[in-house]
C-alpha cells in the first residue's frame, strides 16, 4: 500500500491561487496513477483531476478544465494539482488519491486515499 498526504490548502480569496501537494511513501508513484477528488460539506466526493502512471495523459472534471493543473515528479514520489482562478464553489475537502488503474481513479475507485486537506475560497 502506498500511503499519501497532502498539503498546501488554506483560505485564498476568490480569483487567486494554491498548489496543493500530495506526497507519497511506502510505493513509489511510479507505479500509480494519481488523482484529485473533493468534498464539499453536505456534497458527495467527486472527482477533479487525474493523471497517468507516466503522467502522459491527464484528466479533468468539466467544472475545473482550463482553470486546474495535474502534474506528477516520480523522482519526488509527489503530485501536485495546481488551482488558478478559484471560486467560492472550489471550497471543499481535497484528497489525493492512487490506483495501480487510472480508470479507477477516473471512475471515483481509486484504493489508496490521503487524509485530505481544506480548501476555502472566500468571496
Known amino acids: 500500500q502506498v500511503q499519501l498526504v497532502e498539503s498546501g490548502g488554506g483560505l485564498v480569496q476568490a480569483g487567486g491561487s494554491l498548489r496543493l501537494s500530495c506526497a507519497a511513501s511506502?510505493?513509489?508513484?511510479?507505479?500509480?496513477?494519481m488523482g484529485w477528488f473533493r468534498q464539499a460539506p453536505g456534497k458527495e466526493r467527486e472527482f477533479v483531476a487525474g493523471i497517468s502512471r507516466s503522467g502522459g495523459s491527464t484528466y479533468y472534471s468539466s467544472s475545473v478544465k482550463g482553470r486546474f493543473t495535474i502534474s506528477r515528479d516520480n523522482a519526488k514520489n509527489t503530485v501536485y494539482l495546481q488551482m488558478n482562478s478559484l471560486k467560492p464553489e472550489d471550497t471543499a475537502a481535497y484528497y489525493c488519491?492512487?490506483?495501480?488503474?487510472?480508470?479507477?481513479?477516473?471512475?471515483?475507485?481509486?484504493?489508496?486515499w490521503g487524509q485530505g486537506t481544506q480548501v476555502t475560497v472566500s468571496s
Open positions: 511506502g510505493r513509489t508513484i511510479s507505479s500509480y496513477a
Open positions: 488519491a492512487a490506483d495501480m488503474y487510472t480508470n479507477r481513479v477516473t471512475m471515483g475507485t481509486p484504493s489508496n
